[in-house]
């Protein structure tokens, strides 16, 4: 029960590890950025070069007007400094695979610092409100029940 609040307090956020730009800053109407701040941010960060930003945003992003045309699609890559839309697409999919990477990393980071607490006990299922035993064998996580924590049985007098 108490780890939500602990959570709120102390965000895995870019903040945390010395970002000083803030979302404010970066989108003159925070309800509607355009992509053109965001192409400018992504590329102000040490993952993505320009065109991968530009790729990015106007590829797997998907929330400009979609080119269903393959000419129009040439056409517009070609006016960006593409050579041609397959070159835009290995772009594209390079810059995809490095977001997947920066997400990935504040996963990791917050499942690191905020592990989830087991729900129940595996033996009877009662809810164990963040307290729990893990045996070394048998079932896991175990309620103080289940996993024998007596004191009189353990120190009998
Ligand atoms: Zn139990």
């Not at 404010?24 to 192409?39: G, R």
């Not at 945003?57 to 056409?75: D, N």
């Not at 835009?88 to 989830?116: G, M, N, T």
Request: charged share 30%; with cysteine; proline share 8%.
């Amino acid at each position: 029960m108490p780890d939500k609040p602990i959570r709120e307090q102390f965000q895995t956020d870019s903040q945390r590890y010395g970002n000083e730009k803030t979302i404010e800053e970066t989108f003159s109407n925070p309800y509607h950025p355009l992509d053109n701040e965001l192409k400018a941010a992504l590329e102000d960060t040490a993952l993505l070069s320009g065109p991968e930003a530009f790729a990015f945003v106007w590829g797997p992003l998907g929330t400009s007007p979609v080119m269903t045309e393959e000419e129009m699609a040439e056409q517009f890559v070609q006016r960006h400094g593409f050579e041609s839309l397959s070159e835009f697409k290995e772009v594209a999919a390079r810059a995809r695979e490095k977001v997947a990477d920066a997400i990935w990393i504040y996963e990791l980071i917050d499942a690191y610092r905020f592990p989830d607490f087991p729900e129940e006990c595996a033996e009877c299922g009662r809810s164990l409100g963040g307290m729990w035993v893990e045996p070394d064998d048998g079932p896991s996580p175990l309620c103080r029940n289940c996993a024998d924590i007596d004191t009189e049985r353990h120190f009998p007098s």
